[in-house]
């Protein structure tokens, strides 16, 4: 379980250009983490994926990451208040949503 919240957490840490700036919604993320295509080594389980997009759109991670999640841009980094964001939500995530 702590793999998958580390690898989630690396997939959205190596992110580093991303268009757009309206927030994408909670469907959005979910799906783009369900994806086959996903960035993450792995796609998760629609449950799992449900759980953790809730937490990333509510979260205080901007608009151009979460654009970034979904349009599964491997070349994004966000800032470092973003990146300690992600980190914060690690926990949360591994707790929360891996466990299911």
Excluded: H, W
Excluded at 27 to 42: M, N, P, W
């Amino acid at each position: 379980m702590k793999k998958t919240g580390l690898i989630l957490i690396t997939f959205a840490l190596a992110f580093t250009t991303a268009c757009g700036s309206n927030r994408p919604d909670q469907d959005e993320v979910s799906k783009s983490l369900t994806s086959k295509s996903s960035a993450q080594s792995k796609a998760l389980p629609k449950k799992q994926a449900d759980c953790v997009a809730d937490i990333l759109v509510k979260s205080d991670l901007s608009d151009k990451t979460l654009v970034a999640v979904v349009e599964q841009d491997k070349t994004y980094k966000g800032t470092k208040k973003e990146q300690k964001v992600l980190t914060g939500l690690g926990t949360t995530i591994t707790k929360k949503c891996l466990g299911q």
